[in-house]
């Protein structure tokens, strides 16, 4: 069975700072990973995912994440917080048959000034 | 760049009552899903659904719930006698040719029931 945990629920940093939103997975196939962003009243929008290619994943808006086995881990980073990036990110994984998404509980991120 | 569409944005309905929501998927996408997020909550899967049939469905997709593509392009969930609790945003999500491909949300139909 497929499953992510997000440690943190809450996450504040100063701008200019390093984000890290944690995310751990369970799975039991080799995992194909994403992180989505939520913005105040909008749907969901992809900001990276992982899918065996390279360990180190880019995305969106300066983010990037790292997909550890040893660790079960794919942790999002951004080197330098905006205030734009306050928001709920939301970690995935999808499931062995491709057919659904599982989510985590979410991380609401706050930037302060 | 294409997107997955719903309608309406906001539905209030009595309790009892029947709710049809709406979802254009992207057009060449072959998986389209239902997810809900109760205010404040995770998102949780309800179904999917691949070449005409339900291919998974969660415990929350009981029997008041209904997935329907009725013309090739909608993609509908109807809600059959909702209660108080149903109340949530309900994502749309499509993804594409083949599995593990990301998933393309909807921003959501918010449904109020009263």
Redesign the interface.
Known sequence: AQSVTQLGSHVSVSEGALVLLRCNYSSSVPPYLFWYVQYPNQGLQLLLKYTSAATLVKGINGFEAEFKKSETSFHLTKPSAHMSDAAEYFCAVSGNTGNQFYFGTGTSLTVIP | EPE?TQTPSHQVTQMGQEVILRCVPISNHL?F?W?RQILG?????LV?F?NNEI??KSEIFDDQFSVERPDGSNFTLKIRSTKLEDSAMY?C?S?GQ???T???????TRLTVV
Do not use: I, R, W
């Open positions: 997955v998986y899903y997810y909550q995770k998102v949780e899967f999917s691949y291919s998974e994502f999500a993804s083949t599995m593990n990301e998933a393309f949300f909807g921003q959501g």
